[in-house]
């Protein structure tokens, strides 16, 4: 058996990766719901501090992307 996780995964793909990665993106996709719903009802409360989390988040999801 191979050592290193990316020559077991060419050695043997499966669907296991491709689960993974829908799974990670249904979470991602779940907590933009909840962030875009807690925007849209209580935005008028949110604080200067809020704001630039938020940016700062965007800003990192481009990178990442």
Do not use: C
Not at 12 to 27: H, I, K, N, V, Y
């Amino acid at each position: 058996m191979p050592d290193s996780r990316k020559s077991r995964r060419i050695a043997d793909p499966g669907l296991q990766p491709e689960r993974t990665s829908l799974a990670w993106f249904r979470t991602l996709l779940g907590y933009g719901a909840l962030i875009a719903l807690a925007l849209k009802h209580n935005w008028h409360h949110a604080g200067f501090l809020f704001w630039i989390s938020i940016g700062v988040l965007v800003i990192v999801a481009i990178i990442l992307w």
